[in-house]
């Protein structure tokens, strides 16, 4: 465990214990949805670069085109 993270938690345990159990939820929220950002880009990531890969070669062909966003 890291000396910030150390250092939070002793201050969260000089709070009441309904703001404590408040924090320690949110924290875990924070912890499931973060494991499941990383789970979905890690099942998406070859199909982001596929298309990386795809629009850079239509780049170089010269098939894009540039556009301003409010023609998008």
Do not use: C, H
């Not at 924070?30 to 990383?38: A, G, H």
């Not at 890690?42 to 098939?63: H, Q, R, V, Y």
């Amino acid at each position: 465990m890291t000396v910030l993270l150390k250092k939070a938690f002793r201050k969260a345990g000089n709070l009441p214990e309904y703001l404590q159990d408040e924090l320690a939820k949110e924290l875990l929220d924070e912890l499931t949805w973060e494991k499941r950002w990383s789970e979905s880009l890690s099942i998406s990531e070859p199909k982001l670069n596929s298309l990386a890969e795809k629009a850079l070669k239509d780049f170089a062909e010269g098939k894009t085109e540039e556009k301003d966003l409010d023609q998008l």
